[in-house]
């Protein structure tokens, strides 16, 4: 996009009909349904940081409760995370396997930067933190 190029010109250069035509009959205008277009945007924007938040807050909570119920079956301490039960399926540990190397790759980088040795393990709290994030 140009200095000289708005949002507004852009989306009219590069949208599709295809893709402008529903807009375009909702909103009855050209200006209209660029409008409208734009405020599809934004509350798409509000929407995915909502569901952003609920997944973290939902994540950690699950978190806890799995890391009392983990505690109270007596599987000789650790984490539900580090200690992984066996009613988890196959597909469940390699997550929380994919997310400890995750979390371990996260932690080397900064201990380097900071110039820390050793470089620690990481902590349950670090591979929830990495838990369902893309590849």
Not at 23 to 36: E, M, N, P, S
Not at 79 to 98: G, N, R, V, Y
Request: with cysteine; charged share 20%; net charge positive.
């Amino acid at each position: 996009m140009t200095q000289s190029t708005t949002l507004p010109q852009l989306l009219e250069q590069r949208l599709s009909p295809p893709r402008f035509g529903p807009y375009l009959a909702a909103a009855g205008t050209h200006d209209a349904a660029l409008r409208l277009y734009q405020w599809n945007v934004t509350a798409s924007g509000a929407t995915y940081e909502a569901l952003h938040l609920v997944e973290v807050i939902v994540r950690n909570a699950l978190h806890g409760e799995l890391e009392t119920w983990h505690a109270k079956q007596n599987r000789g301490g650790g984490s539900w995370l580090t200690a992984p039960p066996p009613d988890l399926t196959a597909e469940a540990c390699q997550d929380i396997a994919t997310a400890r190397d995750r979390a371990q790759k996260a932690i080397r980088a900064r201990c380097r930067r900071a110039g820390i040795t050793p470089v620690p393990a990481p902590t349950p709290d670090d591979i929830v933190a990495q838990l369902g994030r893309p590849g």
